[in-house]
C-alpha cells in the first residue's frame, strides 16, 4: 500500500521528517518496504498484513499515526451543496441478499465526464494508478484516501432506476468491466437492476452499466458486504481488484457514508450537482463491539508494570471510548475501522503496539521442564560422524520427483502425488533415496568432481495399502575415485567394499554384525545386490547401480548404493558393557588357501564359526590373489587365524590342534587345499 | 716469523674447511683450531711472548682477527651443513601431509545443530512431526480457517491422497507440532522443533520449495511478551555474538498476539531473522488449554535464512545443489 505525505498532512498534524516517519511506520505494524522521494511528496509503500484492512486506507494509516503522536484524530474535508431534487425520485435500492449488510448511494448530476484536474492525476500517479477520467479517477482516489471501495454507475443505463441486491442466478452472465464475460452462481452478490446483473458485488463492475463518455447522471454505491463471501467469488471466478482485496479483508461498515460524500464532495469540486439525500439500506444496525481490558492481564501478558493511567491514556490515543471503568478493569469500545479487534489480547496487543515493542524489558521465563534425554538425537550424531569421518558428505534435496524418477526405488511402493506440482520434475514424492542422490552424484561428476561419497539422512513417503506414511531413510553413495595424491595413487578407487565397509561399522558402533544376503528383484542393481539383515530384520539394500539408471542420470562411471533404514538402531539399539581384555598373548597363523570360484567367502566364513573352535578369537582375509601360479577356476586367499585363552598362556600345540581342524574341514567341505 | 705461521694457518684452515661435509668432524675442526683448553689459535698466542714487544700489538689484532676469521667460517660452515642435511637426507619432510578425505554435515545442518544446541543448553526440549500434514494441523487449529486470507502467504502443496474429510499437504510451517504437542503433553512446555517445510515457490535465490524451520514454544503459567523478548535476545547474542542489535517490530500471525518480527543489525543493515508471539488464546482452547492459567509465547526461524546470514551464501540453490565444492567449505 502506498502512503502519501501529501494526503497524511492533509488528515493529521504531523511533521515531514522521514527518516523518523519510517522508524515510526515500522514501528506500527507498517513495515516499510521502499521510499519514493518527489519533488512534491514522499510516499512510503508499506505492508499490509491480512488482518489490517484498516491500513489499506490513508485515513486508517492516518488514524494510527495519530495515536502515536498523541495529535488529533484524522479529518476528512466534505464541502458540496445539494440541489433541490430528492434521491428517491431517481433511484430505488432494495437488499434482498442479506450477505450485504449495508447499501448507501448518492446521485450526482450532470457530470462531464473527461480528464481529472491536474492535482488529482498527479496523486494518482504517485500512488500507482493510472488516470482515466475524472469519476474512475474519483472512485479510485475515494478508496485509497478512505480505505472503503466505492463503485460508479451510469444511472440512465440501470433498468427503472431500480438497484437490486441479490443472489447470483445460475447460469447468468455478466461482462466485465474488464471486458471479460463471466457466469456467475447463486453463491455470488450480484447487484443488479430489474433486468440484470449490473455487478458482481465488491469485485468488478459490469461494462454496460459503467461510466462512458456520454454519461451524465452517475450514481454512486457506497456498501458492504460480509468478507468471505467477496473472497469466494473473487476466488472463484479468479478475478482479483484493489475492490475485491479491501472488501474480502474487511471493510468499514460505519465508513460507506462517509465514503459516498467523500465522493459527492470532488464531483462537486468539478461542477457537477449534487441530488439532496442520501440512499442507506441496511439489514439490521450493526452494534460497536465492546471489549472488558483488565489492567492486571495487560501486564501481566506484556510482563510490564503499566498503571491504569498510562494504560487509558493509550486506549483514548487510539481512538477507543471507555465506556465504564472500575478498579481492575475498563470497558471499551472499539471504532468500527478496527475489525480486527475482537478480543482482550488484540486490545493488548494495540496497547503493547502504541507503547512499542521495543520499551518492553526483557527476563527470561522460569519454568521447571527438566533435562532432556532422548538417545536418538545422541545416536543420530554418532551414525553421521562415522559416515564423515569416513569421507562422505552430507547431502539435502528436495522431496519431490518427476514420475519417471519415482519408480526408481529401493522398494516396490505405491508413491504419492502431489495435486498442484511446480512442474512435471516435481510432481511425485520420494520413495527412496536413490534418485536424489543420483541426481547429485551425476552433478557433481559433470563438475570436476573424480569421486563422488555422499549421504542424505531424509525422509521418504509411500502408500502402505491405503495408509499414507513417511520414515527416515540413510542413502549411502560413492562413485569414481580418490583424488590423486602423492601418497595415495591412482589405486584409490570407490567401490563396493568402501561401501560395505561404512555399513558395518555403522553397527559396529553398537558392536553388532549385520550379513548380506543376495538378493535379485531391485531395479537399481546391476550385478551387484544384497539385502542388509540384523538377525531376521531387513535393515537396508545395498548394490551396484545398473546401466539404464546410470543412462537416465547421464554417469558413465560405476556407482555403489546403499540404503539404510535407521529404526532398527534408533530403537533398538544400545551400547554393550565392556569385555574383559585378555593379559595372555595370541597365537596367530596365516594360511593361504586355495579355494574354488563357485565358494564364497561367507560359506567358508560360516562354516568356521560353526565349528565353535574355543579358542580361535578371530579370522579374516589378509590377502587375495589370482594369476600366475594359481590354477584357473581357483584363487588363493591368505587369512590370518588368531588364537588365545582368554584365561592362561595358550600352548601352541593347543591352537595347532584347532587349525588342523579348520584345515581338515575346509578341504573335506569345499575342497580347499592350502597353497 | 710469527705473521707466517698465522697465514699459513688461515689457509691450513680454509683447506680443511673445504673437506667437512658433516657435523661431526666440523666440531673435530672446531676443537682442532679454536678449542677453549688446546687449539692452534691458542698455542699462537703464547708464540706472542717471544716476539718483539713493539710488534706485540699488531701481532695480538692479527691472532684475534684470525680467530673472529675461523669463527665466523665455521658458522656459516655449520649453516650450510644443517640446510643441506634436509635436502640431501633421505627424506624431504617439505611435501604436504597425509590427509585422509573426511565428510562433512551440510552447513544448513551444521547451523541446525548449532541452533538446537543453544535451545537444548536453555533447557528446551526437541519434539518433531510429520511432513505430510493435514489442513486442519497445518492451518485451522492455528487459527487459519479456512476463508482467511493469511492462507494466501502460504501456497501450499496438496497431496493426491484423501483419507477421512481432511485434506493432506505438505506442512507449510512447523508450527503444526505446536497443536500435536499440545494435545498429547500438559504445561509447563518448553520445546523446539527442527524440520522441513515446503511452499509452493519457485526455486531462485531467495526462495525455494523446501526449506528448514525451527519452532520453538513455551507454554506456563506467567510467561509473558517480556519472557519471549529475554529468550531471543539471549539467542541471537549466543548465535551471533554479545554485540549483537535487535529490534521487534509488529507484525501479525494468526497464530500468536501480539506478534513480532525480529531483525537483528549485521553490516549497518537490518535484517529480518524471525517471527514470534504470544500464543495466541483461540489455539489454547482448539487444544483444551486454560488461557486464563496459562500463557506461552510461540518463535519460528528460517534456518536457511539465518545460514544465509550468517555465511554471507548469496543463493539459497547453493543449499539444494549439493554442490561439493561448496559442501566441503564448511
Redesign the interface.
Known amino acids: 500500500m502506498k502512503v502519501s505525505l501529501s494526503i497524511l498532512k492533509e488528515l493529521i498534524d504531523i511533521k515531514e521528517n522521514i527518516k523518523e516517519l519510517e522508524n515510526v511506520f515500522n514501528n506500527l505494524m507498517m513495515p516499510v518496504e521502499e521510499i519514493e522521494e518527489y519533488e512534491d511528496d514522499v510516499v512510503f509503500d508499506i505492508e499490509v498484513t491480512p488482518n489490517r484492512p484498516d491500513l489499506l486506507g490513508h485515513l486508517g494509516v492516518a488514524y494510527q499515526l495519530a495515536a502515536y503522536y498523541g495529535v488529533k484524530p484524522p479529518e476528512i474535508k466534505i464541502k458540496y451543496e445539494t440541489i433541490e431534487d430528492k434521491i428517491d425520485d431517481y433511484v430505488d435500492i432494495k437488499i434482498e441478499d442479506e450477505r450485504c449488510l449495508r447499501y448507501s448511494g448518492i446521485v450526482v448530476r450532470d457530470v462531464e465526464i473527461k480528464e481529472s484536474p491536474d492535482w488529482l492525476k498527479r496523486r494518482l500517479e504517485i500512488l500507482g494508478l493510472r488516470p482515466i477520467n475524472n469519476a474512475v479517477d474519483i472512485s479510485n482516489y475515494v478508496m485509497m484516501v478512505t480505505g472503503h471501495p466505492i463503485h460508479t454507475f451510469d444511472l440512465d443505463l440501470l433498468k427503472d432506476k431500480k438497484i437490486i441486491v441479490r443472489k447470483g442466478k445460475k447460469g447468468e452472465k455478466i461482462l466485465c468491466l474488464d471486458e471479460v464475460e463471466r457466469e456467475l452462481s447463486e453463491d455470488d452478490i450480484v447487484i443488479a437492476d430489474t433486468e440484470k446483473a449490473v455487478a458482481i458485488a465488491g469485485v468488478i463492475g459490469g461494462e454496460e452499466t459503467g461510466i462512458n463518455e456520454k454519461t451524465r447522471n452517475v450514481f454512486i454505491e457506497s456498501a458492504y458486504f460480509i468478507p468471505k463471501y467477496v473472497r469466494y467469488t473473487s476466488r472463484r471466478l479468479k478475478v482479483s481488484t484493489d475492490s475485491s482485496y479491501r472488501f474480502e479483508r474487511g471493510a468499514d461498515i460505519e465508513a460507506t457514508i462517509l465514503a459516498a460524500r467523500y465522493a459527492a464532495s470532488l464531483f462537486y469540486s468539478m461542477g457537477a450537482k449534487i441530488v439532496s439525500g442520501i440512499k442507506d439500506e441496511k439489514v439490521k444496525n450493526v452494534e460497536k463491539k465492546r471489549i472488558k481490558v483488565r489492567f492486571e492481564r495487560v501486564n501481566s501478558v506484556l510482563g510490564t508494570e503499566l498503571k491504569e493511567s498510562e494504560i487509558k491514556k493509550i486506549i483514548n490515543n487510539i481512538g477507543m471510548k471507555i465506556i465504564s471503568e472500575n478498579d481492575n478493569e475498563i470497558m471499551v469500545e472499539i471504532p468500527s475501522i478496527r475489525r480486527d479487534i475482537e478480543r482482550e489480547i488484540d486490545v493488548i496487543e494495540e496497547i503493547a503496539i502504541l507503547y512499542g515493542y521495543n520499551r518492553i524489558e526483557e527476563s527470561l521465563p522460569l519454568l521447571e521442564t527438566g533435562v532432556f534425554n532422548d538417545s536418538g538425537i545422541k545416536k543420530k550424531k554418532e551414525v553421521e560422524s562415522i559416515l564423515t569421518s569416513y569421507g562422505f558428505n552430507e547431502v539435502v534435496n528436495y522431496s519431490f520427483l518427476s514420475k519417471e524418477e519415482s519408480g526408481f526405488s529401493v522398494y516396490e511402493r505405491k508413491a504419492l502425488k502431489l495435486k498442484n506440482p511446480l512442474s512435471l520434475n516435481f510432481e511425485y514424492l520420494r520413495t527412496s533415496l536413490l534418485p536424489s542422490l543420483l541426481k547429485n552424484a551425476a552433478y557433481n561428476l559433470n563438475r570436476e568432481q573424480r569421486g563422488v561419497k555422499i549421504y542424505e539422512w531424509g525422509k521418504i513417503y509411500f502408500l502402505d495399502g491405503n495408509d499414507y506414511k513417511e520414515e527416515e531413510n540413510i542413502g549411502v553413495l560413492i562413485a569414481g575415485e580418490g583424488e590423486v595424491r602423492w601418497n595415495l595413487k591412482n589405486k584409490d578407487r570407490y567401490g563396493f567394499f568402501e561401501l560395505k565397509g561404512v555399513i558395518e561399522e555403522i553397527f559396529e558402533n553398537w558392536r553388532e554384525k549385520v550379513s548380506f544376503k543376495p538378493s535379485d528383484k531391485r531395479s537399481f542393481v546391476g550385478g551387484i545386490s544384497f539385502d542388509i539383515f540384523f538377525k531376521d530384520r531387513k535393515v537396508g539394500t545395498i548394490g551396484e547401480v545398473n546401466d539404464g539408471l546410470k543412462k537416465f542420470y547421464d554417469i558413465e562411471k560405476r556407482i555403489f548404493y546403499a540404503e539404510l533404514y535407521p529404526r532398527v538402531f534408533m530403537e533398538n539399539f544400545e551400547k554393550k558393557g565392556y569385555t574383559e581384555i585378555s593379559k595372555f598373548p595370541a597365537i596367530w597363523f596365516d594360511l593361504s588357501l586355495l579355494i574354488p570360484n563357485e565358494v564364497t567367502y561367507a560359506e567358508i566364513e560360516d562354516y568356521i564359526n560353526s565349528l565353535n573352535l574355543g579358542f580361535l578369537e578371530d579370522f579374516y582375509p589378509i590377502d587375495i590373489y589370482k594369476g600366475k601360479g594359481v590354477e584357473e577356476g581357483k584363487r588363493s586367499v591368505t587369512m590370518r587365524f588368531v588364537f588365545r585363552n582368554p584365561k592362561k598362556t595358550l600352548i601352541t600345540e593347543d591352537a595347532e590342534k584347532q587349525l588342523s581342524k579348520i584345515k581338515l574341514g575346509l578341504e573335506n567341505k569345499f575342497k580347499i587345499k592350502l597353497r | 716469523m710469527l705473521d707466517d705461521v698465522i697465514e699459513k694457518l688461515k689457509k691450513e684452515f680454509i683447506d680443511k674447511l673445504k673437506e667437512i661435509k658433516d657435523e661431526p668432524s666440523l666440531l673435530n675442526l672446531k676443537g682442532e683450531f679454536i678449542g677453549r683448553k688446546r687449539g692452534k689459535v691458542k698455542d699462537l698466542f703464547k708464540e706472542l711472548g717471544k716476539a718483539e714487544p713493539q710488534e706485540r700489538g699488531r701481532l695480538g689484532q692479527a691472532i684475534n682477527s684470525l680467530k673472529t676469521f675461523i669463527e665466523k667460517s665455521l658458522s656459516e660452515k655449520e649453516k650450510e651443513i644443517k640446510s643441506k642435511k634436509v635436502k640431501t637426507d633421505s627424506e624431504d619432510y617439505t611435501?604436504?601431509g597425509?590427509?585422509?578425505?573426511?565428510?562433512?554435515?551440510?552447513l544448513?545442518?551444521q547451523v541446525m545443530d548449532d541452533v538446537m544446541d543453544i535451545f537444548?543448553k536453555m533447557?528446551?526440549?526437541?519434539e518433531t512431526g510429520?511432513?505430510?500434514e493435514t489442513d486442519y494441523f497445518n492451518f485451522t487449529a492455528l487459527n487459519i480457517p479456512e476463508?482467511?486470507?493469511?492462507r494466501?502467504?502460504h501456497d501450499t502443496?496438496?497431496?493426491?491422497?484423501e483419507?477421512g474429510k481432511d485434506k493432506?499437504l505438505?506442512r507449510t510451517h512447523t508450527s503444526p507440532v505446536q497443536i500435536r504437542t499440545m494435545l498429547k503433553k500438559k504445561p509447563?512446555?518448553?520445546i523446539i522443533v527442527p524440520g522441513?517445510v515446503?511452499r509452493?515457490d519457485?526455486p531462485d535465490d531467495t526462495h525455494s520449495?523446501?526449506f528448514h524451520q525451527l519452532e520453538g514454544l513455551?507454554v506456563?503459567e506467567?510467561?509473558?511478551?517480556?519472557?519471549l523478548?529475554?529468550?531471543l535476545?539471549?539467542f541471537l547474542k549466543a548465535l551471533f555474538g554479545d554485540d549483537i542489535q535487535v529490534?521487534?517490530?509488529?507484525?501479525?500471525f494468526?497464530f500468536t498476539?501480539?506478534?513480532?518480527?525480529v531483525d537483528v543489525l549485521l553490516k549497518g543493515e537490518w535484517l529480518e531473522i524471525l517471527g514470534c508471539g504470544?500464543v495466541?488464546?483461540a489455539v489454547f482452547s482448539e487444544v483444551g488449554i486454560d488461557s486464563e492459567k496459562y500463557?506461552g509465547f510461540a518463535f519460528g526461524l528460517g534456518i536457511d535464512r539465518i545460514t544465509m546470514v550468517k555465511y554471507r551464501v548469496k543463493s539459497l540453490r547453493y543449499?539444494?545443489?549439493?554442490?561439493?565444492?561448496f559442501?566441503?567449505q564448511f
Open positions: 611435501y604436504p597425509f590427509r585422509i578425505e573426511r565428510g562433512r554435515k551440510h544448513l545442518q537444548l533447557g528446551y526440549h526437541i510429520p511432513e505430510v476463508e482467511h486470507p493469511a494466501d502467504e502443496f496438496y497431496l493426491d491422497y483419507k493432506y505438505l509447563p512446555l518448553k522441513k515446503f509452493k519457485e520449495p523446501v513455551v506456563g506467567g510467561i509473558s511478551f517480556a519472557d523478548k529475554g529468550t535476545i539471549t529490534r521487534f517490530r509488529p507484525s501479525f494468526p498476539e501480539p506478534s513480532a518480527e504470544m495466541d488464546p500463557t543449499f539444494y545443489d549439493n554442490d561439493l565444492r559442501l566441503r
